[in-house]
């Protein structure tokens, strides 16, 4: 049995969350995105730990999935919440992971200290799981940073709204984790994505690439890339030089980089359907992210008491949106 079940997702027209069409075709989503990578580097910067977990694929599907788990957790359930058990029951619906590897991910997270067991269960068999300080703080700066790209796109305000009201990452953070859980289009990008986000720091190095590039519109089907080198990489990422070498051969053996010449000073260039193809699989995390906040928002207003008139007005953000 999933833990965690999908929802129908609503009709983007009936709700005026963002669709991927919308992002696509907004003229300011490449540099929003490229501003977005730049605050995920810096977020590797303050957490790197935390960040090279989930700067694999498969581990920031695990690690979306068991703080969801989290989030909807009942205190009065002791198996409720993140158990080894629930985790590997949405492995298992989704393929997203083997059970080794979801068992090895919580062993993981355990031994860095990003989960630690729920104070007051004696019972070892299900062992509830909860986050430690630093995995909440960098969870909620990232998702802050999101409704920042979303602000960004259609200038609305998200960001205030968040502040002012906590509940809306509680309630909107389970909800994208299910969508983009399920969404095969996230879930199992192509591979043009998939050749760096399917390995060790593959992420980080893919979100360093798309903040390099120069020229948002393509030259002759090109993006020229500022200079780049493959020792700063390795030193600013923590991993070894040869990792960055292979991961780049992969890439230039698929013909979506290359260099002008083979001399030292050559600048790189990124294929335009490397670019179109990110931009694209970040449209699908973001339309889930934007679909979220507004079922968040319209959760907490139904619940709002009438003296809280505030919570009325905001929701009526996405009216005025104009993505």
Known sequence: MNCLPTNAVPDPAETGFASIHALMSNPAFIPVL??????????????????????????????????????ERDPANPLSGITAARLLDIIVDFGAASRNTATAFLAEMLAYKFIRDVPGYANRRSRPLEPTAVSHEAMELWFRGQMR??????HGNRIAMLK????????????????????????????SI?????????????????????????E??????????????????????????????????????GWEDRTASA???VKASLLED???????????????????????EASAETTQPDLVVEAAYSAARQI
């Open 34 to 71: 490229q501003q977005g990578a730049v605050h995920l580097i810096e977020l590797y910067d303050r957490f790197p730990r935390v960040a090279r977990l989930v700067a694999a694929q498969q581990k920031w599907l695990l690690t979306h999935a068991a703080y969801a788990l989290h989030l």
């Open 149 to 154: 790209s979303l602000d960004l796109l259609d």
């Open 164 to 191: 002012r009201h906590p509940a809306i990452f509680e309630i909107a953070q389970p909800r994208a984790a299910k969508r983009l859980i399920a969404d095969q289009a996230w879930r199992e990008p192509p591979q």
């Open 194 to 218: 998939a050749t760096f986000v399917w390995t060790e720091s593959g992420g980080l190095i893919l979100d360093d690439l798309m903040t390099r590039i120069v020229n948002v519109m393509p």
């Open 220 to 257: 002759n089907g090109l993006h020229w890339v500022a200079e780049i080198r493959f020792s700063e990489l390795s030193k600013h990422y923590c991993i070894s030089r040869t990792h960055v070498r292979r991961l780049f051969a992969r890439v230039e053996a698929l013909g979506l980089i």
């Open 278 to 300: 990110y931009a694209r699989w970040q449209a699908v995390k973001f339309s889930a992210l934007d679909e979220a906040f507004a079922h968040a928002v319209r959760t907490i």
């Open 267 to 269: 600048r790189l260039w």
